[in-house]
Each structure stands twice: as structure tokens, then as C-alpha cells.
């Protein structure tokens, strides 16, 4: 037995209780029919000329029903005419390839028999400018020689700062559709300027490329559409900024705070752009972020498998699982470091051998000292939030909260032989 096994193996874990969190559920029913009635605007109709070729730029991120938001865009631009095609919209990420990047969208369900278009994926810039402080304004050469650009993001607060334009159209604008190069371009002097540099980036290239308008969706706490607007390029940046105050609102969160021990079961692309959200965990990647949750400690077990080995954001944590370390693609995961500037993160927390004694350890080290109290939430993820497993602890607390309902009874948890948890539905079914 190691020294680690020694120290940890007789630390109880509290028991565990299904709790249900209660959010607004407002949300669009009917996608296709909000596409049609944006599509029939004359200020986003009379941009779109038979024959033009339209670059379509798509991210990274799961947005709610983006298949099927892509698909409508082109079906509408073909309804009209025109000649769409898909460009991946999303820096360095998918390793900062052009295969990467195209193999990321079709893990997200973009592929050309999905959408009914062409995806033309390459990491070839062109120089717009440069802004005052020097940067270069760069743009994907593949949309720059389209006739007609628009793009599809949700809008929400950003994971590494805040200001009045965060993560939505501008910064896709300014940075995804900038590719690895335009990227590394705006993260060159940190995110303590990213605010600025990206409305000053993205004023440029509204300015001198053949931007059309932007697909901006935000979603409930629950993952859902709630709100979709179509917004010509020179309105974006005023219709932005009111559609991240309505994405502020709708945030999900954690209903308790603070917590001696969060356990997060997956991490990944898919849920944040950290891997995590800190705006849940209350762990930023950067101080230029404004977060309100407090954890003492942070567990994170596993990571997504359509992450595809990107663990950016890892290092948040203060444990980790070896699984979890044994899955990480360092290459994906640091080319989104060494673009972002930002290597704290990038670093491999304490790694414990199995799920029990990364649970143990965070519970060993929670400086809780009646554990009677202890304050512990585990989540599947930062994104979905609806459904958590809370402590003894929490029980009063909860019971206390109308917007938060008790499931069950508690619980030990559930270990297979090896140590780690028995996988759940949202753990294991991903794939």
C-alpha cells in the first residue's frame, strides 16, 4: 500500500442526495419557423443576391440545435439563390488544423449531408489592418473570397473575461473567424485587453470585409433556444451587448454557495471553453473574469470523449483522476494555451489513481472539521445544472429553497472494483 492509499483510506465520504435546481424553461418550439420569419426581414433578405457565394462560419462550442440552425441558414440562402458554404469559425481549436477543424464540426453534427452544403476548412489568412497597439486584423482567406459572410454563435458570458461584448458574434467575428493566426493575434497582449481588442478587430473587419449579418441565439438554463435573432452586420455590435444582459440572466448556476467540495464527473469543450465554466465553479482561467461562486476544493473525474483529448482548462481543478490525465492530447490542448497566452491552466492538477481517492483527498483536504457539514455538490458537467447530487450537509438548506426540490433519499456512492465511480446516464452515454 503507498503512502497516498495510507493517508486517504479510511477518509468517509458524506452520503449523497438527487436534487433537482429550478430554472426559467422559456424557450423557441419551432427553430425552422423563426429562421423563415428572420430570413423574410428586408434588411437581412436584401442582402443576399442569387448566385452569391456565402461562407456560413460555425464554431466550436454545442450550441443548442446547431445542425439543424446551419441547415436552415443554407436552406434559406438557397431558397434565395445563393451559394452557401460552411467555414469553421473557431481559432486554434481542433488542434489548429484544418483536418482537426472540420473532424470537430462533424462531431457537433456539421457535416455536408447534415447541412446540404459544402464545408471548406483551411487555416489560410488574409491581412485586413491593424489596429492602433499593431496587431494584424486577419480573416480566413476562404470567406474572404466568398461574396457574402455570416455567422451562427450563441451569446453568453465569456470563461477568462468580462466586458460589454464577451462570447457571441463579435468575438467570433474578431477571433474565430480570424483562424489560429488571427487568434493568436488578439490574445497576443493578454485577456486583460482582450475586451477591447476584439470590438476594435471586429469593427474593422464589418468594416472592410463582406460581412452580411450574424445568427445569434441565447440560451436557458437548461441548454434550450430561448431566444434567435438574425442581426445585419451594422447592428451587431448595438444588439449584442442587450442579448448578453438577457444571456446573464439566464445563466445556470449552482443554488449553493460557498462549497468546501465540488466534484465536476466531465469536463470538455462541449460544456465550456475552460473545460469548465467559471461562472459555475467559481474558478477563472484569468483574473479579468468576475465570478461569484467559491470552492474550496474542485474535483474533476473525466473528460468528454468529443473533447478528443482537448483538456484546456484542466488546470482549474485542484485533482484530477489518471484516467483523465491518460486521455488529454497535449498537443490539442496546448496549442489553445500557447494561443491564449494563458499557461496556468494548462497544468495537471493532483492526480489521484481512481475516483474514491480523488474524492477522499478532496474531502481530506476541505478544511471542513465536522464533516457532518460538510458542504459537497457533484454535477455532471457545468452545462447541465438541472439535476445535482448534494451532501447531508446541504439538506437543510436545501429543503429551505423553493427553487430547488429533493429526489431522493441519500446515498453511498457507488464504486465498481477498481475504484471509480459507476458510470451515470450523462457520464457514460457520451460519445
Known amino acids: 500500500m503507498s503512502i497516498v492509499d495510507d493517508l486517504l483510506q479510511n477518509v468517509p465520504l458524506p452520503k449523497m442526495v438527487r436534487?433537482?435546481?429550478?430554472?426559467?424553461?422559456?424557450?423557441?418550439?419551432?427553430?425552422?419557423?423563426?429562421?423563415?420569419?428572420?430570413?423574410?426581414?428586408?434588411?437581412?433578405?436584401?442582402?443576399?443576391?442569387?448566385?452569391?457565394?456565402?461562407a456560413i462560419g460555425v464554431g466550436s462550442r454545442g450550441l443548442d440545435q446547431l445542425p439543424l440552425l446551419a441547415a436552415r441558414v443554407v436552406a434559406e440562402l438557397k431558397q434565395r439563390g445563393a451559394l452557401p458554404f460552411i467555414v469553421?469559425?473557431?481559432?486554434?481549436?481542433?488542434?489548429?488544423?484544418?483536418?482537426?477543424?472540420?473532424?470537430?464540426?462533424t462531431t457537433l453534427g456539421i457535416t455536408e449531408e447534415a447541412v446540404g452544403c459544402p464545408i471548406v476548412s483551411a487555416m489560410e489568412t488574409v491581412e485586413l489592418g491593424?489596429?492602433?497597439?499593431?496587431?494584424?486584423?486577419?480573416?480566413?482567406?476562404?470567406?474572404?473570397?466568398?461574396?457574402?459572410?455570416?455567422?451562427?454563435?450563441?451569446?453568453?458570458?465569456?470563461?477568462?473575461?468580462?466586458?460589454?461584448?464577451?462570447?457571441?458574434?463579435?468575438?467570433?467575428?474578431?477571433?474565430?473567424?480570424g483562424k489560429?493566426?488571427?487568434a493568436d493575434s488578439c490574445h497576443a497582449l493578454g485577456f486583460g485587453n482582450m475586451a477591447e481588442n476584439i470590438v476594435a478587430m471586429a469593427k474593422i473587419k464589418i468594416a472592410r470585409a463582406p460581412v452580411l449579418f450574424g445568427v445569434a441565439s441565447v440560451e436557458n438554463a437548461y441548454d434550450k433556444i430561448a431566444r434567435l435573432k438574425i442581426i445585419p452586420a451594422e447592428e451587431i455590435l448595438a444588439a449584442e451587448q442587450e442579448l448578453l444582459s438577457v444571456a446573464r440572466?439566464?445563466?445556470?448556476?449552482?443554488?449553493?454557495?460557498?462549497?468546501?467540495?465540488?466534484?465536476?464527473?466531465?469536463?470538455?469543450?462541449?460544456?465550456?471553453?475552460?473545460?469548465?465554466?467559471?461562472?459555475?465553479?467559481?474558478?477563472?482561467?484569468?483574473?479579468?473574469?468576475?465570478?461569484?461562486?467559491?470552492?474550496?476544493?474542485?474535483?474533476?473525474l473525466?473528460?468528454?470523449p468529443s473533447s478528443h483529448g482537448n483538456a484546456t482548462g484542466v488546470g482549474l481543478a485542484d485533482i484530477c483522476t489518471r484516467h483523465l490525465v491518460?486521455?488529454?492530447?497535449f498537443n490539442a490542448t496546448y496549442a489553445n494555451h500557447i494561443t491564449s497566452t494563458e499557461l496556468s491552466h494548462g497544468k495537471i492538477p493532483v492526480t489521484m489513481d481512481n475516483d474514491l481517492r480523488a474524492l477522499q483527498l478532496a474531502v481530506k483536504t476541505s478544511n471542513c472539521l465536522d464533516l457532518a457539514q460538510l458542504r459537497m455538490v457533484c454535477i455532471s458537467n457545468t452545462l447541465q445544472l438541472a439535476?445535482?447530487?448534494?451532501?447531508?450537509?446541504?439538506?437543510?438548506?436545501?429543503?429551505n429553497n423553493p427553487a430547488i426540490e429533493i429526489l431522493g433519499e441519500p446515498e453511498e456512492w457507488n464504486f465498481d472494483a477498481d475504484g471509480n465511480l459507476r458510470s451515470s446516464p450523462e457520464r457514460g452515454g457520451e460519445s
Not at 465554466?277 to 461562486?293: E, F, I, L, N, S
Not at 439535476?387 to 429543503?399: C, D, F, M, P, Q
Open 19 to 54: 436534487a433537482r435546481q429550478l430554472f426559467h424553461t422559456e424557450s423557441i418550439q419551432n427553430i425552422k419557423q423563426v429562421i423563415a420569419e428572420e430570413f423574410r426581414n428586408p434588411a437581412i433578405a436584401g442582402k443576399i443576391r442569387p448566385g452569391a457565394r456565402i
Open 130 to 177: 491593424r489596429l492602433e497597439n499593431g496587431l494584424p486584423v486577419l480573416m480566413d482567406r476562404a470567406a474572404m473570397q466568398a461574396d457574402g459572410i455570416i455567422f451562427i454563435n450563441r451569446i453568453k458570458p465569456h470563461t477568462s473575461f468580462s466586458g460589454p461584448y464577451e462570447s457571441g458574434l463579435v468575438k467570433m467575428l474578431a477571433i474565430g473567424l
Open 249 to 300: 440572466e439566464n445563466m445556470p448556476r449552482l443554488l449553493f454557495n460557498p462549497l468546501d467540495v465540488l466534484v465536476v464527473e466531465q469536463m470538455g469543450k462541449r460544456f465550456s471553453g475552460t473545460g469548465t465554466d467559471p461562472h459555475v465553479t467559481g474558478r477563472a482561467a484569468t483574473p479579468y473574469v468576475k465570478t461569484k461562486q467559491r470552492v474550496n476544493k474542485m474535483v474533476i
Open 326 to 329: 491518460e486521455h488529454i492530447d
Open 302 to 304: 473525466d473528460l468528454c
Open 88 to 105: 469553421p469559425a473557431m481559432g486554434s481549436h481542433g488542434g489548429a488544423t484544418a483536418a482537426g477543424q472540420e473532424e470537430l464540426l
Open 180 to 182: 489560429q493566426q488571427g
Open 387 to 399: 439535476e445535482i447530487r448534494i451532501s447531508n450537509g446541504l439538506l437543510e438548506e436545501a429543503r
